[in-house]
């Protein structure tokens, strides 16, 4: 989506070093969460967050953390990144209208930790 | 049992035909149930909602609902190449607000 706009795209990293990725969306939407995509095991949530400065777990939280200080931006650091950690990052966001809402994506990011 | 069950394939259709691709889910309470496409290399797209029992029509696609089996289907008519794609069910969490649980996803190829 044009509105939704991850950095950076691609990225190489060491292990042990922090990294942080940025989602940013000029879509105004209430929701925002960060995935994983590997494969054989699908999308898998990190991190949501369901208002500024309001942010929780999901499934696969461990060595990640999460911040959103402005409705618009939503970042993601690893604290100290580990080669499990090599993924395709998506940032996804939810307008919450009535019934659940569809997600709407944006480009991914992927990260190689060596 | 996986919360959202899709088969992996690769599902192969011959250009032209129909293809259809299936998704279980175990929530009974979930009412909102999405259809994604994602190409090789990018990020999923949505290309349908249902959330009512019946069928969805749009253009070549329809969306199938059946919440008294657990199952929603997509069907695509009249294949093309370009639809060879993943595609990803997702649904809603009846006790999570508006999170969505996503399957693994099936992967179709459309064979000229």
């Known amino acids: 989506d044009a509105g939704i706009t991850q950095s950076p795209r691609h990225k190489v990293t060491e292990t042990g070093t922090p990294v942080t990725l940025r989602c940013h969306q000029t879509?105004?939407?209430?929701?925002m969460y960060w995935y994983r995509q590997d494969p054989g095991h699908g999308l898998r949530l990190i991190h949501y967050?369901?208002?500024?400065?309001?942010?929780d777990k999901g499934e696969v939280s461990d060595g990640y953390s999460v911040s959103r200080s402005k409705t618009e931006d939503f970042l993601l650091t690893l604290e100290s990144a580990t080669s499990s950690q090599t993924s395709v990052y998506f940032c996804?966001?939810?307008?919450?209208?009535?019934?659940?809402?569809?997600?709407?994506f944006g480009n991914g990011t992927r990260l190689t930790v060596t | 049992q996986k919360e959202v069950e899709q088969n992996s394939g690769p599902l192969s259709v011959p250009e032209g035909a129909i293809a259809s691709l299936n998704c279980t889910y175990s929530d009974r309470g979930s009412q909102s149930f999405f259809w994604y496409r994602q190409y090789s290399g990018k990020s999923p797209e949505l290309i349908m909602s249902i959330y009512s029992n019946g069928d969805k029509e749009d253009g070549r696609f329809t969306a199938q609902l059946n919440k008294a089996s657990q199952y929603v289907s997509l069907l695509i008519r009249d294949s093309q190449p370009s639809d060879s794609a993943t595609y990803l069910c997702a649904v809603n969490r009846a006790n999570a607000g508006n999170m969505l649980t996503f399957g693994g996803g099936t992967r179709l190829m459309v064979k000229p």
């Open positions: 967050s369901y208002g500024v400065k309001d942010t």
């Open positions: 996804a966001t939810q307008d919450v209208i009535g019934e659940a809402s569809p997600l709407h």
């Open positions: 879509e105004n939407h209430r929701y």
